[in-house]
């Protein structure tokens, strides 16, 4: 039987002129190299958290079990909110704690978890402040890291 590799999905608002989103997946696959990676949109309106919201509540259903869901859309970028892991069923999802996984709660009330990701300090200051935290801890949840990391 032919083996699934982990799948990440991306969303954001990074657009798909400029280099970051593939600077987002070279975070990712850095740390993992074998993740599959799915671009859901990087055409979300700048800042805008209900558009993700809607993407992503649409958009994780069509993914198989263990698939994490990235989203990087935040208006707070660089402030100290701390980035969230959400936990379902059949799905993880990481992003800021903004109210982006606002379709995933209603959806998902039967089974659900929320973390705060806690990083170490020089793991922040990597990357710019949408990729790294997120990045990371997307991939190290599909590594299925130790929940201790995620408070």
Do not use: W
């Not at 032919?2 to 593939?22: A, M, Q, Y």
């Not at 993914?63 to 069923?89: A, K, N, Q």
């Amino acid at each position: 039987m032919l083996e699934r590799r982990t799948v990440i999905t991306l969303t954001s608002d990074f657009g798909t002129k400029d280099p970051f989103v593939g600077q987002m997946k070279g975070v990712i696959i850095n740390i993992n190299p074998l993740v599959e990676l799915v671009d859901i949109t990087h055409e979300i309106t700048p800042h805008n958290i209900k558009e993700a919201a809607l993407s992503t509540g649409f958009s994780y259903r069509y993914f198989p079990p263990r698939t994490v869901h990235l989203v990087v859309v935040d208006p707070g970028v660089g402030s100290s909110r701390r980035p969230i892991l959400v936990v379902t069923e059949d799905h993880y999802f990481v992003g800021p704690d903004n109210g982006v996984f606002s379709f995933i709660y209603q959806k998902e009330k039967r089974y659900l978890k929320v973390f705060h990701i806690t990083l170490l300090p020089q793991e922040r200051l990597t990357y710019f402040s949408g990729q790294g935290p997120l990045c990371t801890s997307g991939s190290m949840a599909c590594q299925r890291h130790s929940s201790s990391q995620f408070r």
